[in-house]
């Protein structure tokens, strides 16, 4: 089992950054591909915005590339995305995720979420 807990989310002005965490306990995370997905309104569908392999290849929704980007420090057991250039439509709630030890999708392990808002 795998518990994520996110943190870092806040209100920032457009064009500012903020940078998120996604901590891991009960098992280490080295293994495991992981994932930040965000939610923007309620009712509205989660979207895949950036994930990391066990190996390290990284991959990013189109609407935040050269924006983003995902990390992970498997000796801290944690995740990070650190998010330049901010928009108000990155405004949502942000979800780490992580699969199971054999690095393989579907992601099963789910954080509570941050919000993050982002005014203009």
Same mark, same amino acid.
């Given at each position: ?6 943190? /870092?989310?806040?209100?920032? $002005? *457009?064009? #500012?950054?903020? %940078?998120?965490?996604? !901590?891991?306990?009960? &098992? +280490? ?5 992981? /994932?930040?997905?965000?939610? $923007? *309104?309620? #009712?509205?569908? %989660?979207?895949?915005? !950036?994930?990391?392999? &066990? +190996? ?65």
């Amino acid at each position: 089992q795998v518990q994520l807990v996110e943190s /870092g989310g806040g209100l920032v $002005q *457009a064009g #500012g950054s903020l %940078r998120l965490s996604c !901590a891991a306990s009960g &098992s +280490g995370i080295s293994n495991r591909a992981m /994932g930040w997905y965000r939610r $923007q *309104a309620p #009712g509205k569908q %989660r979207e895949l915005v !950036a994930s990391i392999a &066990s +190996g390290g290849g990284r991959n990013y929704a189109d609407s935040v590339k050269g924006r983003f980007t995902i990390s992970r420090d498997n000796a801290k057991n944690t995740m990070y995305l650190q998010m330049n250039s901010l928009k108000p439509e990155d405004t949502a709630v942000y979800s780490c995720a992580a699969t199971d030890a054999s690095g393989r999708l579907p992601f099963i392990y789910w954080g509570q979420g941050t919000q993050v808002t982002v005014s203009s």
